[in-house]
């Protein structure tokens, strides 16, 4: 069956440190790759996407690598600021079925 | 500010009885899907809803049912509940493939 996991539930990091939270999914079919983040009492926020023709995707402070060959996702935040600290998503878009699937979440803990 | 808006944000409910959730998608988004999210888990996809008509469901039994109306805002209702069924409710709207706005949820207590 398909799922989106993550290897790591909770990550501490330093002010000013790169962070990098990673994600595994298990449907080859998947093509469409969003990471999430979620603050406390908030929804989901988006924060950038990929697409399966793709291998990078770079955005404002924030990267998203993507291997397919091993089915693996991650997304890098660099300068990681105390605002950071939240828990982070992935998720798989069913672009047949308009679906996400969601991971279980990695927490996020920026110290000053 | 997320231009999707959940009510109420918080209720308690008694094991049993009926709820409704609503959720006021963001102006022009004509699809909304319903979300259930336990204490430390990920969003599992409960239904979505295209021009008021059901058009995914996620594995949830029938007491789980929603709305569209003609204005694009939903409802979520959930009957005979259960105590599992104490979680945050998500609502997110779209109006393509990707853009998904999410609500800030209706955090659900059965007692």
């Known amino acids: 069956g398909e799922s989106v996991g993550l290897h790591l539930p909770t990550l501490s990091v330093q002010e000013g440190d790169n962070s990098i939270i990673n994600c595994a999914y298990s449907?080859?079919?998947?093509?469409?790759f969003i990471w999430y983040k979620q603050e406390s009492g908030k929804g989901p926020q988006f924060i950038i996407d990929i697409r399966s023709n793709m291998d990078k995707r770079q955005g404002q402070r924030v990267t998203v690598l993507l291997n397919k060959t091993v089915k693996h996702l991650s997304l890098q935040i660099a300068a990681t600021q105390p605002g950071d600290s939240a828990v982070y998503f992935c998720a798989d878009l069913n672009t047949g079925f308009q679906k996400l699937v969601f991971g279980t979440g990695t927490r996020l803990l920026v110290s000053p | 500010e997320t231009g999707v808006t959940q009510s109420p944000t918080h209720l308690i409910k008694t094991r049993g009885q009926q709820v409704t959730l609503r959720c006021s998608s963001q102006s022009g988004h004509n699809t909304v899907s319903w979300y259930q999210q336990a204490l430390g888990q990920g969003p599992q996809f409960i239904f979505q809803?295209?021009?008021?008509?059901?058009?995914g469901r996620g594995n949830f039994p029938p007491r789980f049912s929603g709305l569209q109306f003609p204005n694009y805002s939903s409802e979520l209702n959930v009957n005979a509940l259960e105590l599992d069924d104490s979680a945050l409710y998500l609502c997110?709207?779209?109006?393509?493939?990707?853009?998904?706005?999410f609500g800030s949820g209706t955090r659900l207590t059965v007692v």
């Open positions: 449907n080859s079919a998947s093509d469409y």
């Open positions: 809803y295209y021009r008021e008509e059901e058009n």
């Open positions: 997110a709207s779209s109006l393509e493939l990707g853009g998904y706005t």
